[in-house]
């Protein structure tokens, strides 16, 4: 488990021979699918980006489904500008907004731990999940839906530690899954979910008290 600077673990997890948690990027993403109920899909990505910025959990990434942008990408651009936070887009997003920054390649796989979000326009349910796997960090990642087909189909096949359906992906955060107070993190898929706390550091010591026996 590397503590230290970002070149550190970055060199831990390159050359290391065993697994490894690590704390380095996390690039998490919600996806907005055609059939989400657009309040809803404002209230989550508004929690996911704008509730604290500098955690693991925080979406990095905004990506909506073509077949939603007439209804929802404006709003969804509109309300994360409204909240103070800067806003990347592709040339679909740009034109949603003026006030929408041009997002360069880097962009797409950045961890921006500040009031930065990078917004896309996919192709549907199977864009988003190519998207997410080319440019994700398999941390945290959210679909926003009311199909519960294209829901399972997200939950199955993101490759992240964590996959949510109509929630927030700062969940990751935290001693939010019950297992106690966070004390070590990890940003990919390899982590004793969830959070690491004592009991994942803990080694076990057995103490055997016999009156003579022997193993057959």
């Known amino acids: 488990m590397p503590r230290g600077g ?7 997890q390159k050359e290391a021979r065993v697994p490894v948690f690590a704390h380095l990027e996390g690039v998490c993403h919600v996806y907005v699918d055609k ?8 209230s989550i990505v508004l929690n996911a980006k704008m509730r604290r910025t500098g955690v693991c959990g925080a979406a990095e990434t905004l990506l909506v489904d073509r077949a939603a942008t007439a209804t929802h990408l404006k709003p969804l651009v509109d309300m994360l500008l409204e909240a103070g936070c800067e806003v990347r887009g592709d040339a679909a997003v740009q ?7 041009p997002a360069t390649e880097e962009d797409w796989s950045t961890e921006y731990l500040d009031k930065v979000i990078t917004a896309g326009v996919v192709d549907g349910v199977d864009s988003a999940i190519a998207h997410i796997e080319r440019y ?6 959210a ?17 992240s530690a964590i996959v949510l359906h109509n929630a927030s992906t700062q969940f990751a955060d935290g001693g939010e899954f019950g297992f106690g107070a966070e004390i070590g993190i990890a940003t990919g898929k390899m ?4 959070p690491v706390g ?5 080694s076990f010591k057995y103490r055997v008290r016999g009156s003579g026996q022997i193993r057959p």
């Open 35 to 42: 059939a989400a109920e657009l309040g809803m899909a404002k």
């Open 198 to 202: 004592v009991e994942q550091l803990t």
């Open 136 to 141: 994700g960090s398999h941390h945290t990642d």
């Open 95 to 101: 034109k949603a907004d003026m006030r929408v920054k």
């Open 6 to 12: 970002k070149s550190l673990v970055e060199r831990v």
């Open 191 to 194: 982590h004793a979910r969830g």
């Open 143 to 159: 679909i926003v839906t009311a199909d519960k087909q294209a829901a399972e189909k997200f939950l199955n096949e993101v490759d």
